[in-house]
T-cell receptor, first 112, second 111 residues
């Protein structure tokens, strides 16, 4: 089974930095993903961590600590278009196969 | 265009009816996943198929079933529909390992 927790909502202003935290409890951990989803649209891939540490990709970075069951997504130089839901997801492996299990998402509102 | 194609984009139907949602994965991807997203629940994993075989099951109701065909497209069948089944249904595909690519979804409204 799995339990993935992230804040429901966050607000920030343009140009700022925001960190979205995610904690998880799962068996068969096979990696952690972050997705961005605008309302009514498909989730789009942002980042993937399987080893501990920081992965940087332009304005977005993601961190993983497997021993703590913790990840964060860091968004720098925020823009209005970054207003969206950010989904933390754990790739869980078991005897049957693997499945990407999502948290409920964090709705980020960026204001000017 | 993500390469994952879902049809139809919108579907309105009455309670008690049955519908079929269709998904074509990205070229070369063998795995197909179905998810349900309602306003208060987030993305819920329903079922996975790999190269035609069922691989993993999540919170899928007995009224729901799926299959993957030899050409790798997949169909999700929803029967005896209830108001609470109204949601966005997403299909995703992936190669044998790696991240998932999502289709644009089917918005199902049950009235």
């Amino acid at each position: 089974g799995q339990n993935i927790d992230q804040p429901t909502e966050m607000t920030a202003t343009e140009g700022a930095i925001v960190q979205i935290n995610c904690t998880y409890q799962t068996s068969g951990f096979n990696g952690l993903f972050w997705y961005q989803q605008h309302a009514g649209e498909a989730p789009t891939f942002l980042s993937y961590n399987v080893l501990d540490g920081l992965e940087e990709k332009g304005r977005f970075s993601s961190f993983l600590s497997r021993s703590k069951g913790y990840s964060y997504l860091l968004l720098k130089e925020l823009q209005m278009k970054d207003s969206a839901s950010y989904l933390c997801a754990v790739l869980e492996a078991n005897q049957a196969g693997t499945a990407l299990i999502f948290g409920k998402g964090t709705t980020l509102s960026v204001s000017s | 265009d993500s390469g994952v194609t879902q049809t139809p984009k919108h579907l309105i139907t009455a309670t008690g009816q049955r519908v079929t949602l269709r998904c074509s994965p990205r070229s070369g991807d063998l795995s197909v996943y179905w998810y349900q997203q309602s306003l208060d629940q987030g993305l819920q994993f329903l079922i996975q198929y790999y190269n035609g075989e069922e691989r993993a099951k999540g919170n899928i109701l007995e009224r729901f079933s799926a299959q993957q065909f030899p050409d790798l497209h997949s169909e999700l069948n929803l029967s005896s529909l209830e108001l609470g089944d109204s949601a966005l249904y997403f299909c995703a595909s992936s190669p044998s390992t790696g991240g998932y690519t999502f289709g644009s979804g089917t918005r199902l409204t049950v009235v």
